[in-house]
């Protein structure tokens, strides 16, 4: 059940209504890597940083169980550097700095104590780089999942759907859907997503909760998690990270990819991805119990359970 | 178990991307009578026409189970007419007429066979008048659902505060909690409406389904009801008000206004509503069958269900 995660290690620096943060860790890798750990270890990361990148933080990643053989210290170079600020109503953000650094010609180099990789995590990156880690596998894994976003349909759409094409599930959200798609209706958008390649789409709605879509012959199975309404949203730095590395992590961890079992995952990832936001960058992902994860998840399930009437009079 | 609605009753001209009409017959009155009578019967309505109301159109409400003895017909005056367009996307519409008519001097006048009056329905109408009917009701009913709209909190926020006071449920779509609280976060708002008097508050997110929110004591209860993913929304117009009509139908069907039926009542509105909006104006909503409305709902439960895990491994 080995899981193998591609994405970034990196610096953001982050204002919300709420605060600032100066340069903290930060990436796609981070926190899909940390939130999966609470379910399966290790977790093999592949990455990239400079030599300005915190050797302390690389312990804290050891110490949750993230194997980080495949994370290269690029000597002489500079981390990736992501500055951001959010809307008061967090509902968009605008872009501060963007410094690519190291990411600029990342080679993502393969320890061979990864090719067990059984469950593979390609984080957002350049489509080109996710499918090197495709091709680099001695053996398919037995579950790709694949994030991206709205910035590689707009400069490399040909070479993203190629991508997709070789993975099992896509995780991307509403407007991403759409805009991949052309089409408004997510029903519609998950058809035309799906024949694309992918036998399972998640499509993120933020506050709104994700949707998991499966083809199976001419049948359409879906699956509506909500999110949990929440008093607040500190931060949602890395939210549909957190969900993603929760989601397979839970997968790798009971090594059970029926659609019945997806369904716990993504709950499984909603759960982490509510934590995640409530303490700035990944503060809150370091010091999880399995109690607070379950008593969460239990919050899910309570949200949309129904019981049945003993009796209904109709009139 | 006796249901009393009081709305419009209209004629509307709508255009969505799919086509447009003439004037059909819409109004609040007219979908929440035609969706609670699926699941209790009479309905008596209080509403005004003019004598523009074709006798057909009465004739069909009563084939329904709407008890048309409390809809006043104007002489010499003309029935509320609105007309409007759709966005390609559907999520906005542009008014392009509203013409009050026998709204402008509306008295809602309350037949004697209306004070065994239990559950009462105020669907949207200036919040005056929704007053006037609670005040004209010599015994308070067991439980008053109000609808209304951002447009009353814009031109008469205290008259709107007072009526809300005296309701138990409230019924408004996430953009008025949001404008009628001053709060973004919806949890925060549903606590600062339901401080204003209704113990219950239900936040319509369109295709982002429904939360039922509940204070009792120092506790919250929330429900969430998922829309369903629909593959194509014909026409939009009318779905909160078949919404409400199916929730208070069937509370007023089962005679129990506990929590726990209010969520049933909650996905059975939904189910009505999705029923709603795959046709023009009410039409869908004219020849349901019991056997589609609880397939329907079933698709809402199937939605959301996820079967406990028999044996999960814990990594």
Wanted: proline fraction near 4%.
């Amino acid at each position: 059940m080995s899981l193998v995660i591609i994405g970034t290690v990196a610096f953001d620096a982050l204002e919300t209504p709420f605060g600032k943060t100066d340069k903290i860790v930060g990436g796609a890798a981070t926190y899909i890597g940390l939130s999966a750990s609470y379910s399966v270890k290790p977790v093999k990361i592949v990455a990239v940083v400079g030599d300005d990148f915190p050797q302390s933080d690389i312990l804290l990643l050891q110490e949750h169980g993230v194997d980080t053989e495949g994370l290269q210290i690029k000597e002489g170079e500079k981390s990736f550097f992501w500055s951001g600020k959010y809307s008061n109503d967090l509902n968009s953000r605008e872009t501060l700095v963007t410094e690519l650094n190291v990411l600029a010609d990342f080679d993502p180099v393969l320890p061979d104590s990864y090719q067990d990789c059984k469950y593979l995590m390609l984080g957002n990156l350049s489509p080109q780089v996710q499918r090197l880690v495709i091709q680099r596998l001695v053996n398919r894994p037995k579950l790709i999942v694949m994030d991206t976003m709205n910035f590689w349909m707009d400069i490399a759409l040909e070479e993203l759907k190629t991508t997709i094409e070789m993975v099992d599930v896509l995780s991307i959200n509403d407007e991403e859907a759409r805009q991949l798609s052309g089409e408004h209706s997510l029903v519609k958008a998950a058809n035309v997503i799906m024949a694309m390649g992918p036998k399972y789409l998640i499509i993120k709605k933020g506050e709104h909760g994700a949707l998991l879509f499966h083809r199976k012959g001419n049948t359409n199975h879906v699956f509506y998690a909500p999110a949990l309404p929440l008093e607040e949203v500190f931060d949602p730095t890395g939210a549909g990270d957190t969900f993603a590395g929760g989601f397979i992590g839970h997968l790798a961890a009971t090594d059970d990819i029926s659609f019945e079992n997806m369904k716990r995952a993504v709950v499984h990832g909603s759960a982490m991805a509510s934590f995640c936001v409530e303490k700035f960058g990944t503060e809150r992902l370091l010091n999880l119990s399995q109690e607070e994860i379950e008593a969460r998840e239990q919050l899910f399930a309570d949200l949309v359970a129904v019981q049945p009437a003993m009796a209904v009079a109709q009139g």
